[in-house]
């Protein structure tokens, strides 16, 4: 299984693939992706609505009320609602921030684009990031969005992730790999 395959699998990878299927019959791929960024932004502003999304003292009946009242309130399209009904009916909302990723993972994957997480040392300048993406691009064949993160203690250098894969260039790696090798050498 690939990694993105990977993803796509469990509870969340079947919403998500069921919700893509109907999204791209009816060409509405772009506008439930325009609901999934909105649904995400409030799950990840509102800590009431993430806990609501788990509390299983909610009825069910109570949480279909809540879901109907949020997609109306955000203006959700029928098929992102529906879907939100649907895992509220079945007590799997708990699953909806890792549908919400899956369905936009299988857009992007749709799309030829891909999301490459590359974390370095210090921040990096627009122009890094923009030559690094087309480096990228150009190696594995896809658009490539790249998401940073900086973690200070690599020293210097990058770890880049696609997918389930890794590239550890980071100077802290490197200072790593050499002690090892210098403790096998002392033996």
Known sequence: MSGNQAAFAGV????ASALFELTEEQGATDDVLQDAAALKAALTESADLRAALVDPSISRIELGKAVDAVSAQMHLKKLTANLLGLMAANRRLAHLPATLDAYAAMAAEKRG??????TSAQPMSDAQRESLAAALSS???KTVHIQTAVKADLIGGLIVRIGSKMIDASI??????LQHAMKGARQ
């Not at 684009?113 to 590359?118: A, Q, S």
């Not at 802290?172 to 790999?177: C, E, M, P, R």
Request: a neutral charge; proline letters at 0%; glycine letters at 10%.
């Open 139 to 141: 190696a594995i064949g």
């Open 12 to 15: 969340a990878g079947r919403y």
């Open 172 to 177: 802290a790696s490197k200072l790593s790999q």
């Open 113 to 118: 684009e891909t999301t490459v997480e590359v």
